[in-house]
């Protein structure tokens, strides 16, 4: 799959939830390997902030992300229509500290993504794969916030309150194709009595009928009533009953708990690269959201690239003969297997390893141990059949070594370990040489990696 951006610009104005202030944000298409970022033009020189977990710095009715002394707030709406969509680099100018609140729901962000339309780029998309189950607990507030793998992108949200008119409801997302219908439309909520603690706060000061879901559940005098009117400046509206005291309908009954979708996914696209697993999770709010995004965004950073996904029953790309077709190496230096996937840069492929490996009769006798040297031929051979597929004809040529830089083992590889390599281009293929980056893995582990440089010469 192919990394996205916008084939055009689009724009939306409104007002913002905390500042109350008239902002524009515009959302322009970026280059592959941007990633989402925000550009506050209205500041000297135009600082730009990573939207990126590490740069979240305050949870509180919404996700604040800082870089220095600059801010934007409320983003989460924004980068959750743009990760549903599967648009992966976007460049958002926006002219104040937050985001436009618009309907309070993630409505006209997705409509102006689908009226822009999205283009394909020259890049493949860097999926960050659950492969086992990860939870994120907060004891305080019982909140629990949980991935288990899935060969997709699922969300479930959980909702808990002490309230007779919201206590447990549950959203449901299995696939990206029900947001924009579904769960985009779907506004924030709050309750009536939390207006003017919020208000106190300096928060929520451009919060309205118009941009949230308000929720009446504790009695309340007409005179705290008419103070609330007065701090919001609207229309005292003395309620009759418990209940939604907005003239707008409820589009769907669990409407509070598919927006909590939105601003999971929203917080999730902090991570950086899109996501494949499901996610439930328990009292969501945006401080366990993001530490969960912090959390896999601290994994990346750890590890530049996950190690691929392994599944030995299912058929692969290349099986042994057609290797023997292509790569001139023959027992006992043909050291790949197979190979299990490729894209335009990148190629996987495995060996195994086992004790009738004639290096391993006199490296060592006693304790048995791959040669070094040989895991990265072993690399080297994988990003041969990387390069042999940008010509035609691939059975006419073969690769030679040129350079070898920035070698390192990590750990040691022995008889029965499954090796996988991950071999890509560091710059593009210029008159036949390809500088290339390769990972050896053994389960999740890097146990080799290094740069090298490959020439391609076609056979005499």
């Not at 950086?272 to 996610?279: A, E, F, H, T």
């Not at 692969?316 to 840069?345: A, C, S, T, W």
């Not at 370990?417 to 290339?436: E, K, N, Q, W, Y």
Request: glycine share 6%.
């Amino acid at each position: 799959m192919k990394q996205l951006t916008l084939k055009a610009p689009f724009t939306v104005k409104g007002k913002g939830l905390h500042t109350g202030l008239e902002i524009e944000a515009t959302f322009n298409p970026a280059d592959p390997g941007h990633g989402y970022k925000f550009r506050r033009v209205d500041l000297p020189d135009a600082p730009v902030i990573d939207a990126l977990a590490e740069n979240v710095v305050e949870t509180t009715r919404g996700t604040v992300l800082q870089r220095g002394d600059v801010r934007v707030s409320t983003v989460e709406h924004a980068l959750s229509a743009l990760y549903a969509a599967g648009i992966d680099n976007c460049l958002i100018d926006v002219n104040a500290p937050e985001m436009p609140i618009l309907d309070g729901s993630a409505a006209e962000y997705a409509n102006g993504i689908e009226v822009a339309g999205s283009e394909e780029q020259d890049a493949d998309k860097d999926f960050f794969v659950i492969k086992q189950q990860i939870e994120v607990r907060d004891d305080t507030t019982g909140s629990v916030f949980l991935a288990l793998p899935y060969d997709g992108f699922s969300v479930e949200a959980m909702l808990e309150f002490d309230s007779p008119v919201l206590d447990n409801q549950f959203a449901v997302m299995d696939d990206v194709c029900q947001y924009a219908k579904e769960i985009a439309p779907c506004r924030t909520f709050v309750f009536l009595r939390e207006i003017e603690p919020l208000l106190a706060n300096n928060l929520i000061k451009g919060g309205d009928l118009d941009n949230a879901i308000v929720i009446y559940d504790r009695i309340m005098s007409e005179e705290q009533l008419d103070h609330i009117a007065r701090l919001t400046d609207t229309t005292p509206r003395m309620p009759k009953e418990y209940g939604y005291i907005n003239e707008r309908p409820l589009l769907f009954d669990n409407e509070p708990a598919r927006h909590k979708v939105i601003d999971i996914i929203g917080d999730l696209a902090l991570i950086g690269r899109p996501l494949k697993g499901r996610i439930i999770a328990t009292r969501p709010g945006h401080s366990i959201n993001t530490t969960f995004a912090k959390k896999i965004r601290k994994e990346i950073v750890r590890q530049e690239v996950q190690a691929p996904v392994y599944n030995p029953s299912e058929p692969p790309l290349m099986d042994i003969n057609r290797i023997r077709q292509l790569l001139p190496h023959r027992y006992p230096f043909l050291l790949v297997d197979k190979i299990i996937e490729q894209g335009q840069k990148y190629i996987v492929g495995v060996k195994n390893v086992t004790v009738n490996e004639p290096f391993f009769q006199g490296h060592f006798p006693q304790e048995p141990v791959m040669p070094g040297v040989l895991l990265v031929e072993a690399m080297a051979q994988t990003g041969g059949m990387l390069v042999l597929s940008t010509v035609e004809d691939p059975e006419m040529y073969s690769t030679y070594f040129m350079k070898i830089d920035n070698v390192k083992f990590r750990q040691k590889v022995v008889p029965g370990d499954t090796l996988i390599f991950h071999v890509s281009f560091m710059t593009p293929l210029r008159r036949g040489c390809a500088m290339m980056k390769g990972y050896a893995f053994v389960g999740e582990k890097i146990v080799c990696e290094c740069e090298f440089m490959a020439q391609i010469i076609k056979n005499k």
